[in-house]
């Protein structure tokens, strides 16, 4: 059987076998074990066992589980409550500035947790009722938590860009600089849109009533002293990956160190947590580790098989522009994100488009914050959009899923507005890594 036949029968099963319910890791193993065994027999078994072992064995993996265990003392630490009242009492008497300082903490959240999941949970059980009381128009609420919630990939330290570094073989470091700014854009819009409606529409957005806001200035600025250990953490994780002083391995140990000791001072440490975030740390990995191994595993031995030099001959000959390739490939993702998680999508297209991506000239680290920016988009797309699902999860009965999904679309908007930004001027991402870097 040749192997366009067989790509096509791949794409099917796995459609077949993902429509039927069954989680994309085990989608991708079980065609990968498949696969090895009709093609290489019993030899196949150890062909995908030397790789997988071969990628968990990188050094740089070992900061996922550090950052995840940094975000789930975060999480759990009460962080988030306190930056989100430190916050609101400065921009309440705005129009819209709930929503602001909803997107403000979201971006700081990022910098601590990085997890869109806990982002997004934790945004609905503290800013989303406040809003709602507020008289907050529902869908601009919804969609601020939503979206702002989302951020956290585009905000180093980045599990995203981990992985992706790992799969590009670029460096983690130079993602992190590059995914800054546009993530600080993209923020930045989600702030101009929500002031620009509540600006037009005040009903939209009404300010915190007088009694909540109104507050000496020396009680406003010690708001701030129950948060400025967690963030010094945050801040010295990046500064000592961005100035050389540590790896982005032992910056993740530290981070995790360190936020346990800001959770102690803070009289929030104990046993009890400390059990729980091991436990939510390892439920995070296992499921983003599973999904490593069934894609890489499949990507392997269809590798073997050809079928990336198939796939990759395929797409370089869909047009002689490249912008309509790299367009193809922006579509793709965007498409996947419809059905799949992230890391899905990165370990099944990546091995297909890098080396096309390198011949058309493009630069992979560019390419690395294009593809964080579609991931965004599918963070918020129906039917997986797994940022409505977080939501819908922390909200309860008190929000239908059709009404979370329909509140997407501005943000989504946005999302695409930022994409094409980074895509017609590459220099946006890239000029801050060249800057540190040279």
Not at 6 to 33: C, E, K, T
Not at 402 to 419: H, S
């Amino acid at each position: 059987m040749d192997i366009g036949t067989i790509s096509m029968l791949i794409v099917a099963a796995m459609s077949i076998l993902l429509l039927l319910g069954i989680p994309v890791a085990f989608v991708s193993g079980v065609i990968a074990v498949v696969l090895a065994y009709a093609n290489f027999g019993v030899a196949g078994f150890f062909l995908i066992s030397t790789r997988t072992a071969e990628f968990v064995s990188s050094f740089s993996l070992i900061a996922v589980p550090m950052f995840v265990l940094m975000a789930s003392i975060m999480e759990r630490s009460g962080v988030a409550s306190d930056l989100y009242r430190a916050f609101h009492v400065w921009a309440g008497s705005v129009r819209g500035g709930i929503g602001v300082v909803t997107t403000g903490v979201a971006v700081l959240l990022g910098a601590t947790t990085g997890i869109i999941g806990g982002e997004i949970v934790l945004l609905g059980l503290i800013a989303l009722p406040q809003m709602l009381k507020l008289g907050y128009d529902r869908k601009l609420a919804i969609g601020t938590i939503t979206a702002g919630g989302s951020l956290g990939t585009m905000i180093p330290p980045s599990i995203i860009l981990i992985f992706y570094g790992l799969t590009a073989e670029v460096s983690i470091s130079h993602l992190f600089l590059a995914t800054l700014v546009p993530g600080l854009m993209l923020a930045s819009f989600y702030v101009a849109y929500i002031l620009i409606r509540c600006g037009l529409n005040p009903d939209l957005g009404p300010p915190l009533p007088p009694e909540e806001r109104d507050m000496p200035l020396t009680e406003k600025l010690a708001l701030f002293k129950g948060v400025a250990l967690p963030m010094a953490v945050a801040g010295g994780v990046l500064v000592s990956i961005y100035a050389g002083f540590a790896s982005i391995t032992e910056s993740a140990a530290l981070g995790a160190f360190g936020a346990a000791v800001a959770a102690w001072v803070r009289n929030e440490f104990s046993f009890k947590m400390l059990n729980d975030v091991l436990i939510q740390a390892l439920r995070t990995c296992g499921m983003v580790f599973w999904l490593v191994f069934g894609t890489n595993a499949l990507i392997g031995v269809y590798n073997l098989m050809g079928g990336i030099t198939f796939a990759s001959n395929m797409l370089a000959g869909v047009s002689q522009e490249p912008a309509i390739i790299l367009a193809v490939m922006i579509g793709v993702f965007i498409l996947l994100g419809f059905f799949i998680d992230w890391i899905g999508i990165l370990f099944l297209t990546m091995p297909i488009f890098l080396p096309v991506l390198t011949q058309l000239g493009y630069d992979p680290i560019w390419f690395g914050i294009v593809f964080n920016l579609s991931m965004q988009i599918a963070y918020l797309t129906p039917p997986f959009g797994p940022a409505c699902f977080y939501l819908k999860g922390a909200a309860g009965d008190s929000l239908e899923l059709t009404e979370i999904f329909a509140a997407q679309w501005p943000f989504i908007g946005l999302q695409i507005l930022a994409l094409i930004i980074v895509v017609m001027w590459p220099g946006l991402s890239l000029w801050l890594p060249s800057l540190v870097y040279g």
